[in-house]
């Protein structure tokens, strides 16, 4: 059984890890907050604009150019997405979260030439945490700013 089980979990981390697209020639990225429970955001303190503002900042001071919204709208050309997502709900004493960062690109034509169309994940890292209402908002922000950082260590090993 524990054989088993160390087989199991050895699988998941090479499937968490093991990408067969790089990262390289990624220079330019667009930034999508997935939409949330917005009455346990409020109640968490935290907004889509403090997500968002921590993944950008740190990705713009990497030389990664970021999408404007209105070249977004404008273009029918589709651009990496720099995706955070995940959840948070409350109790009204504690906030629990998940987040998932990745870097996804829709694209008709297979970085990889065999002939497949759809997203492609280029980078995926994920987190869970828990806290109460006054501190969840620096706790969550702080795993934002984490998982982006390993994003961009990541980033630089294939464009610099």
């Not at 067969?20 to 935290?46: F, H, W, Y």
Request: hydrophobic share 40%; proline share 2%.
């Amino acid at each position: 059984m524990k054989k088993l089980l160390g087989i199991i979990v050895l699988g998941l981390l090479w499937c968490n890890v093991s990408f067969a697209l790089t990262l390289s020639g990624i220079n330019r990225l667009d930034v999508s907050v997935e939409q949330m429970d917005e009455p346990s955001m409020r109640k968490c303190k935290i907004t889509y604009r403090d997500i968002e503002t921590e993944a950008k900042y740190l990705i713009s001071n990497a030389n990664i150019k970021i999408m404007n919204s209105d070249i977004r709208k404008t273009t029918q050309i589709m651009f990496p997405t720099f995706y955070i997502g995940g959840t948070i709900f409350t109790d009204g004493t504690r906030c629990i979260g998940g987040l998932v960062i990745q870097v996804q690109h829709a694209s008709l034509v297979d970085p990889l030439n065999k002939g497949n169309a759809g997203v492609f994940l280029y980078f995926q890292r994920n987190a869970s945490m828990s806290a109460g209402v006054d501190g969840f908002k620096d706790y969550y922000l702080g795993f934002v700013k984490s998982l982006t950082k390993e994003f961009i260590i990541e980033w630089n090993k294939f464009n610099k």
